[in-house]
């Protein structure tokens, strides 16, 4: 066994894997059974994954360069300065490949009636439109100025797409630029003609119009450029060691973030060697980090185009509409909170609505007698009903604690404006470990029964968000089993207190148990040998203890079936190293999110469904959870959704042992696993009563909970709430004891 794992040949790097992933996602743009407007939207997707990828990896790796050049990556020998050679040549490849896709939608757009067109294309009147409409509604917002001996160039915002140009200014050349506004439309629909929808792009009304910004000097040369900076702000740098409040901390992170080094300059055409020479020596940029684009500098546009198309357009260039259904599982017109108590629910989104649990939420903030609702919060949608439902909770004489993580990249102003909302309604807001990010899903609500309490907890593999459950698949259980809802009360009280090392007996909790319980079960079937069995649907795979415990089970004849969405480290179907391992990767409508780990068959089958990747940094450097499914039926379910994952042979893809993905052409029927899960949850929310379908959770009324005994007891009693909101969990613990 080398000190490396790239030494024993079946790992790969981590970066180029994900370029693959993203590959795969320029797949969709160019599958011509995908509705157009679809297909541009993926190609929307590719560059913001580009651009996160970008702003994060390619910052770290510039920093390691920085300080560590000798420095490899264990998975493939690289240094840091080879990685980002092989990133920017595999990104200007993919460039290419897109605009050659972009090229083809935007011509197949147009036979559709919906014409993207360049200033030139446009008719006299339809410019003098364009020139009245810049002149009235886009000039005054706009942010524009000249950069000379006496002005120097200001920050430039990443994110941000600019029109600038090369003018003499006063006899002097100088560089003009402006911001194109972010708070109007990308697009800027043409009259109405017999024609269909013909439309431009506002950045090039931009910069079509931009001379008459600059009256009485001579324009030459212009195009538009979109900048990446990196985002790789460590929130424990020694800069921050005199802030005493977290939340003001992690304010002067996203500050700094905005002054970081820029990484990418996306061009519309290439510059004159003069313009290069003030683009480059104004961002400290190098050739290798200058990209040419035709596509439009913002794609946004692709998600908000249909709402200005007809319906028979929209009928044509869209997915058929979809509505996550509700579960049959539930009652409606009964209390959820009883039912929880008598039997286990699986959500899956978003085949399955987020509603009944958000219903969950708002009975129990009305109900007299629930008395507790604790709840861990990564990520929320802009506008959330949940926060809603605590704060009302709060309001109502709840004791609601949120434990809210401050460090959700590129989340963390929303979660600030919401830990300050909750705090006005009355929870007790926790912000976590300044070490640790806590990324588990977990919430847990109490109420008394006669002098008892009562438990309900929901783990989920995903984050409580009602925009992402409509368009990630995850899943999300439903229980008051006793080992459970001890363990999630044992769980609240540890982070209240700052504890990472807790003792939990059901759930795996990371940094502490979930790595060795998932070795430890790995090390039980490969002593199985051939009839071990492991089955594991994650979104990435890096971590080296588990990539060698998968691959030393698979040298033992171990199965071992790996659906992988994104970056997977470890290579499958390598000669006498991992030619047990299958990995397949699924891209389509939706983003793949669920993590299940399952170990076993029969009565011995071990199944987990889990917040946590193989990747180091959630197994020992995040708060994370596996809850394990112990109700039979639901384990029954579960196999049977990964089933369909694995008779997917339309969006899925089998990885060699190379690295790169291969359709799978196995001559059975077409089968698209996410179609066949729509159908399915479609089909079963026939079954229930329609009085009780609705679509919106404001549809539901409250039911307070009937005077029933429970099915299940819990020896757990409700923790009552002891700190000032605002408090870290640390400074919270410090309160506590």
């Known amino acids: 066994m080398g ?82 050679d092989l990133i920017y040549r595999e990104a200007r490849r993919q460039y290419e490949r897109r605009t050659h896709i972009y090229c083809t939608i935007r011509n197949d757009l147009a036979a559709a009636g919906v014409q993207d067109l360049r200033i030139s294309d446009c008719t006299k009147e339809e410019q003098k439109y364009l020139k009245r409409y810049f002149q009235a509604v886009i000039a005054p917002i706009i942010n524009a100025g000249i950069v000379d001996s006496r002005h120097p160039m200001p920050m430039l915002k ?223 949608a802009r506008k959330s009903h949940l926060v809603d439902y605590l704060s009302q909770a709060a309001e109502n004489g709840k004791d609601v604690d949120v434990l809210i993580e401050l460090k959700a990249r590129f989340d963390e102003q929303n979660n600030i404006d ?9 929870c007790t807001v926790m912000y976590g470990f300044e070490d640790y990010k806590v990324h588990s899903k977990i919430c847990l609500i109490t109420r008394m029964h006669g002098k008892k309490p009562q438990h309900a907890a929901l783990i989920a593999t995903g984050n409580f968000n009602e925009n992402t459950a409509r368009q990630y698949t995850d899943l999300a259980y439903m229980t008051a089993r006793p080992s459970i809802v001890r363990d999630a009360a044992a769980f609240f009280r540890n982070m209240m207190f700052g504890h990472l090392d807790g003792t939990y007996r059901s759930l795996l909790v990371a940094p502490v148990s979930l790595k060795p319980r998932l070795l430890e079960l790995m090390k039980r079937e490969q002593a199985k040998g051939a009839k071990g069995r492991i089955v594991i649907k994650i979104n990435s795979i890096t971590d080296e203890d588990l990539i060698r415990a998968l691959q030393e089970a698979s040298r033992a004849g171990t199965r071992i079936d790996l659906i992988v969405r ?71 379910d579960i196999n049977a959704y990964l089933g369909c994952y694995f008779k997917d042979n339309v969006k899925a893809r089998i990885m060699k042992s190379n690295g790169h993905y291969a359709r799978i052409d196995d001559g059975r029927t077409p089968f698209s696993a996410q179609d066949a899960l729509m159908r399915t949850a479609r089909s079963s929310s026939e079954q229930i009563p329609h009085p009780q379908r609705r679509r919106s959770i404001s549809a539901f009324k409250t039911v307070y909970p009937k005077k029933t005994e429970p099915a299940r007891q819990d020896e757990t009693s409700k923790q009552s709430r002891q700190n000032k909101p605002g408090k870290s969990i640390k400074q919270a613990g410090k309160t506590a004891q």
Not at 287 to 316: D, R, V
């Open 158 to 380: 990443p994110g941000s797409v600019y029109a600038a140009c090369l003018l003499k200014h006063k006899n002097l050349e100088a560089f003009a630029f402006a911001r194109i506004p972010q708070n109007i439309s990308d697009v800027i629909g043409l009259p109405s003609t017999a024609d269909g929808f013909r439309f431009v792009h506002t950045e090039d009304v931009v910069l079509e119009y931009l001379p008459t910004l600059f009256k009485g000097d001579t324009v030459g040369e212009w195009l538009k450029f979109y900048i990446t900076r990196s985002a790789d702000v460590d929130a424990d740098d020694e800069m921050f060691d005199d802030t005493k409040d977290y939340r003001e901390k992690m304010l002067k992170v996203l500050k700094e973030r905005r002054h970081m080094e820029v990484l990418r300059l996306d061009v519309s055409k290439k510059p004159s060697a003069r313009m290069y020479r003030f683009l480059a020596d104004t961002m400290n940029l190098d050739s290798s980090e200058l990209f040419e684009t035709f596509l439009p500098m913002s794609m946004k546009y692709a998600f908000s185009i249909s709402g200005m198309l007809n319906n028979a357009q929209k009928h044509e260039l869209t997915y058929p509409p979809y509505i996550p259904k509700l579960t049959p599982a539930l009652n409606y017109s009964e209390s959820l909170f009883d039912q929880i108590m008598k039997k286990d629910v699986l959500l899956s989104y978003p085949y399955d609505s987020m509603d009944p649990f958000l219903f969950l939420i708002r009975q129990a903030a009305s109900d007299p007698d629930v008395t507790a609702i604790k709840i861990t919060i990564y990520r929320m």
């Open 418 to 426: 919401y830990s300050e909302r909750l705090e006005d309604a009355g």
């Open 566 to 636: 994104g970056i997977c480290c470890i290579l499958p179907e390598v000669s006498d190293k991992t030619e047990h391992i299958h990995v397949r990767s699924i891209v389509g409508r939706y983003l793949e999110h669920s993590r299940i780990y399952l170990f076993g068959t029969g009565s011995q089958e071990r199944m987990y469904i889990s917040s946590a990747d193989f990747m180091t940094r959630n197994t020992e450097r995040r708060v994370e959870i596996a809850v394990p499914i112990l109700d039979p039926s639901i384990r029954d």
């Open 3 to 84: 000190k490396y794992l790239y030494e024993d040949g079946y790992t790969q790097n981590r970066e180029l894997s994900w370029l693959r992933f993203n590959s795969r996602v320029l797949d969709e743009a160019k599958d011509s059974s995908v509705p157009l407007l679809e297909r541009l939207k993926f190609i929307a997707i590719h560059m913001s994954n580009l651009d996160e990828f970008f702003a994060v990896r390619c910052g770290s790796l510039f920093e390691m360069r920085k300080m560590n050049p000798k420095n490899i990556d264990a998975k493939s020998g690289y240094t840091a300065k080879e990685q980002l």
